[in-house]
């Protein structure tokens, strides 16, 4: 089985509190044995960073081609802790719902998610954000690359 290291990260301008609020996606999958490292990034209109965050996961999990182990690594608790602290076994349980707290919030990505992830064999490891680990700086960047390509391409009105 191929080890690979994933490296995800996702952003959000406006986090859905104007009407024209712009995210992305930003990643680094790494092959170490290969040394080979392949990068992706894409923006997304009217989202929320915790979809960001969710989408860089499924969208590098998606790209492989063949069961693996992977290793990802994302600054979002929200993603990392969900699998960690076993949030998700819980949500299933209850029809991927938060129970009697009520419904599960991004429910059609986490669905998506678990799906990848029980393709591979994937530890999530939380690393902190906009730290020293260069991977994750990586990540950072290429979301915000993909948000102002995406910027310098609308037209102007």
């Known amino acids: 089985m191929k ?3 994933l490296y995800t990260d996702g952003g ?11 995210g992305a996606i930003g990643g680094i999958l ?11 990034k894409k923006a997304y209109e009217d989202t929320t960073n915790n979809r960001m965050e969710l989408m860089a996961v499924i969208v590098g999990l998606e ?12 600054d979002s608790a929200y993603v990392v802790n969900a699998y960690k602290l076993n949030w998700i076994d819980g949500w299933k349980k209850k ?3 938060r129970g009697k707290a009520g419904a599960l919030k991004n429910k059609e990505l986490w669905m998506r998610l ?6 591979h064999r994937v530890t999530f490891v939380k690393v902190k954000g906009h730290a020293d680990n260069i991977y994750n ?15 310098s391409e609308v ?3």
Do not use: I
């Not at 959000?12 to 712009?22: A, K």
């Not at 790209?63 to 994302?74: A, I, T, W």
């Open 114 to 119: 678990d799906a990848e992830v029980a393709k």
């Open 155 to 157: 037209p102007k009105e």
């Open 95 to 97: 029809h991927w719902t």
């Open 30 to 40: 790494r092959y170490p044995e290969k040394n080979v490292e392949k990068e992706y």
């Open 63 to 74: 790209m492989l081609k063949e069961p693996c182990e992977v290793k990802v690594f994302s």
């Open 3 to 5: 080890y690979v290291e």
């Open 12 to 22: 959000c301008r406006g986090n859905q509190f104007d009407e024209e609020n712009l």
């Open 137 to 151: 700086n990586r990540a950072d960047q290429l979301v915000n690359e993909a948000m102002d390509a995406y910027l």
